[in-house]
């Protein structure tokens, strides 16, 4: 069996979630990747717009951020970031890719500070899009490595809603209907949410995990579905087309 | 937000966000050619009592083809954004297709005067009316666009424009000002008419867009009637240019004058002795039932219409009319 | 002295209330007609606004209509009716001209209906974007020939605002700050609003035109400036420019 | 319209639309030469105390060249928009040039990694924040182009960037759905980044437009940096591509690769071996402190810090690596 590490375990299992003649609103780095990968296997389909303005690019190479020229090179249209939300907030963009420096069991993402906002310890990027991605967007996916320090009890700061405080709190808020988190993918598991609750699940395990190291890594007790699959591992075929096609100078997944 | 005051007009489409997402969310975003003939799809995207849009400009890159089709193929009932309606309404007119308007400007043609039959029409107390303004329909348009139920305005207030309109006035949470909310506009269906577009839809043109960027996003359904169609590689070139993504289309038509008798800007400019006899014709009914039935109903395509009423040399004159592609010369 | 018909001194007087450096939004027709002899005669820097997009253009000849490709025709921006109307709500509007079926003492206008709105005896286009350009402009200039007809102690309809009930009760209504009609150019005189009343005054007498005949061709009571004066007829200058640049087929002006 | 509830954080500037109106009604209409070099522009434009933005989209078509100059001649106290500010707030950063923010995207160069003397000073106590999100910043900005107080979006609720922000959340007078209400944001002064404008501020742009358009319109200043002068008679030709009609725009300075380091699409591409030395000086102050004094306190024009990196050879390898100008080729 061929050789992979966790990142191209991750993003091979995140593009496999996108379906072909949906779309995806993106950022840089590996959930491009992830959607670049689904592009070229199974997914031709699949339109990819960026936040700053490219709307469906034939992305030459990885972009280095998600307004350069990358993101609009043969696009079907180079326009403004309102386009492209707008196109989110009317709900023709079905997936996000997201990430964060902590996450809760309700998929809630922090991206602000760590301590408190009037005098952080660390301070953060803050939402950049992730907020009006998340709110708009149809299923909102999270890619991430797994480890205590992230996956949190208690958020230091709610940049971006998932599932707020679970149950029926999302979409009590006033976000659109219907949206909300969908599945977060780590180097150990893929987990959803349990349909009331809205707490985090484990559904899949990667190859070499098990049930106990995925709890022993997370700050708060996962739900574990009724049947836990094995995650299928990277295929040959995604794995030449993401080392070879997506990723040739390994920026994402590394050497 | 409790409204200070209401307008009593009637609201003819529904503002709800979510449920225009869930439509929305069903559209394909495949690439897939989307070419096909206007008989067809007129047939299959205009439908009896749904609302109709027109994009351009009265009788400025309108799809007056379009606009004939809708006509010839008998729609009745419909609702009709009346947003700079000159000589698109008075053919939707002559067809009785409309049973329901919001209007901002209707029944004139600007300079060229009144229509009688879309006048006629209008004082027949067949159609339900609400009013409002240029700019308010484009905002409702833009409201729908951005997926919320409504956007503020400065315009409106004090007037009986107002009190026929279904908009509401709402104080500022900021400023406490008086500001009018304008309820999202979704049309079921919207027809725009551009120089050129791909065959999945990837739409543009040149000049003025008018309301026709925010009509396109907040339609259900779009038609893109073309003058002609350019391959996918021209768009990818220059994506700038791109007015209309394709995942928004449901399909292209390739109708070459599209916009005649009006004005495609860069092309074509107006034939106004068509117009003219248009509006006279319509003063005695008898004789515009035969103007209609030459016109119209006589005629499967645009092309027929348009030999009827000068052909080639006809287009030939009307281009040498257009000061965007003649003015240097004069 | 020259001849001159009525049309032709209203288009002039309206031509000199526009100063150089100011924007004016116009429609077809005199209103246009002023604005490009206003050009023409020494305001070269009137920026002239079309609401379908056309900004700045340099006009060949008369539109017939405000979306028509005469309207952009080397024109600084070819934009769309939101760009135009935002430059109004933001306050880069100065004038606007605008007319009616019929206009009342406080200058609000009608040009929607005669009769009751439900069963109308006469239906008229509606406000188009009138209401909008008198909500927005700073300055509303109206052109039009004056009788009883016209000029009404009771609109059918008040389309289009001028100072509504007169008094505060403009800026009472909630449009924006400072904004309201400012000269009424008709064929027998010029009128403009007594500031505290905002009713409508007489400040200046075309020539052969008495008090008399002016209030006898009003519908209701015209207040009167202390001073009247006389207004100066059409110079050589304005009458060949408008005859022989602006509207050579005398479209607007007449035979 | 009373808010249901409302964020907490400050609100730095004034949404009202009729005080914003007195400004613009000031400015001039008329077509005057306005080309000045980019150290006069700064100083006639660019105030102590003003609050500031910045357009482009952080290291993309961003007006480098005059962030340079700003922290050059030492602006402070200014507010700032932290609307993906990446490279350009990295070096304002390093002027501490600004003392407030409203922030959306800030210290983070994407991809790049993380600025930190950015973050140092967002962590030293010196700056007021309040969040927001890029949208939100965006809308606030089409809000005070729109000459309204406020635009409804839905997204910010629940979360805790809602409760940091000077947001409210109102309900919609038609669906009764919350919404939450940005408040409009009219900057004193923006500069702008283009591909080409002509002598009274026409200016065109090709690629995305991020927020540009709304921003050129939302400011009560405007300063054009361009790659190069173009004749009006070229604007006038193709009024459909202006971007900035001249009456927006205050000042226009010529200055060539004016967005290096960053990308300026169809021109150059960002070069990032600069800005990882950038990302790699920042560690360590003093090196930091030294690196400023030779690559911006001791350029007096943006040609001598380009020079200093390279010069003409270093941008024709960017632009050699510009692939909307070399992909056929690849």
Redesign the interface.
Same mark, same amino acid.
């Given at each position: 069996m061929t050789e992979y590490n966790s990142m191209e375990l991750m993003i091979s299992v995140a593009a496999r979630e996108l379906k072909?003649?949906?779309?995806v609103g993106v950022g840089t780095g590996a959930p491009c990747a992830a959607a670049m990968l689904a592009q070229k296997v199974g997914a031709p389909?699949l339109?990819i717009v960026f936040e700053a303005g490219g709307?469906?690019?034939?992305l030459p190479e990885m972009p280095i951020s998600v307004g350069d020229s990358r993101t609009?090179h043969?696009?079907?249209?180079?326009?403004s970031m309102g386009d492209i939300m707008?196109y989110c907030?009317?709900?023709?963009v079905?997936y996000t890719f997201l990430g964060g420096a902590q996450i809760d069991m309700y998929g809630n993402l922090n991206s602000t500070v760590i301590g408190d906002h009037a005098a952080p310890k660390v301070r953060f990027p803050g939402s950049g899009g992730a907020n009006d991605f998340a709110s708009?967007c149809?299923k909102t996916l999270v890619m991430t490595p797994q480890n205590t320090r992230r996956f949190v009890e208690k958020l230091d700061f709610l940049t971006t809603p998932g599932w707020l405080q679970g149950g029926d709190s999302r979409e009590k808020s006033g976000l659109?209907?219907?949206t909300g988190p969908h599945k977060i993918i780590t180097d150990m598991a893929v987990m959803d949410f349990e349909p009331e609750s809205k707490r985090m699940r484990i559904i899949s395990l990667h190859p070499g995990h098990s049930l106990k190291d995925v709890q022993e890594n997370c700050g708060f007790e996962l739900l574990k579905a009724d049947s836990i699959e094995d995650t299928l591992p990277p295929t040959k075929e995604e794995l030449s087309v993401l080392r070879e096609e997506v990723d040739p100078y390994r920026y994402v997944i590394g050497r | 937000?409790?409204?200070l005051v209401q307008g009593k007009g009637p609201l003819f489409t529904d503002?709800?966000?979510?449920r225009?997402?869930?439509?929305?969310?069903k559209?394909?975003?495949?690439?897939t050619n989307k070419v096909m003939n206007l008989k067809k799809a007129i047939e299959s995207y205009v439908h009896d009592g749904e609302y109709l849009a027109i994009g351009?400009?009265?009788?400025?890159r309108t799809p007056v083809a379009a606009c004939h089709e809708i006509v010839r193929q008998g729609r009745k009932k419909m609702g009709f954004v009346?947003h700079?309606a000159?000589h698109d309404m008075q053919i939707l007119s002559a067809g009785e297709v409309y049973d329901r308007i919001d209007?901002?400007?209707?029944?004139?043609l600007?300079? =060229?005067g *009144?229509s009688t039959c879309s006048?006629k029409y209008?004082?027949s107390?067949k159609v339900k009316?609400t009013?409002? +303004?240029?700019?308010?329909l484009?905002?409702r348009l833009?409201a729908?666009?951005?997926?919320?139920?409504?956007?503020?305005? =400065?315009? *409106?207030?004090?007037?009986?424009?107002f009190a026929?309109s279904a908009a509401?006035?709402?104080?500022?949470?900021? +400023?406490e000002?008086?500001?009018?909310?304008l309820?999202a506009l979704y049309p079921d269906i919207a027809v725009i008419h551009v120089h050129e577009a791909d065959i999945?839809g990837?739409a543009r043109f040149?000049?003025?867009?008018?309301?026709d960027?925010?009509l396109a996003?907040a339609s259900k359904r779009l038609i893109i009637t073309t003058e002609r169609l350019i391959h996918t590689d021209e768009?990818?070139?220059d994506?700038?240019s791109?007015r209309i993504?394709?995942?928004l289309v449901d399909a292209v038509c390739e109708v070459p004058y599209g916009a005649y008798p009006g004005?495609m800007?860069?092309e074509y400019?107006?034939d106004?002795d068509h117009l003219k006899e248009w509006l006279r014709k319509e003063k005695d009914p008898d004789a515009f039932k035969f103007f209609l039935k030459e016109n119209i109903y006589d005629c499967s395509t645009h092309e027929e219409y348009i030999k009827k009423n000068g052909g080639t040399q006809k287009i030939l004159d009307l281009r040498a009319k257009?000061?965007?592609l003649f003015?240097e010369v004069?």
């Open positions: 072909n003649g949906s779309a389909n339109v709307v469906s690019p034939e609009f043969k696009a079907a249209l180079a326009g707008e907030a009317r709900g023709f079905d708009f149809w659109p209907e219907g | 937000m409790e409204p503002p709800d966000p979510d225009a997402r869930r439509i929305f969310r559209k394909d975003r495949t690439q351009g400009f009265g009788a400025n009346g700079t000159t209007v901002a400007y209707i029944i004139g600007e300079a =060229r *009144l006048r209008m004082e107390g009316v009013e409002w +303004t240029n700019y308010s484009t905002m833009k729908a666009a951005m997926g919320v139920p409504f956007l503020p305005t =400065r315009n *409106l207030m004090g007037t009986d424009t026929h509401k006035i709402v104080q500022c949470p900021y +400023t000002k008086k500001l009018v909310a309820p999945y990837n040149k000049g003025i867009s008018v309301s960027i925010d996003n768009i990818k070139r994506p700038t791109t993504p394709y995942f004005t800007p860069y400019f107006s106004e257009e000061l965007l003015s004069r």
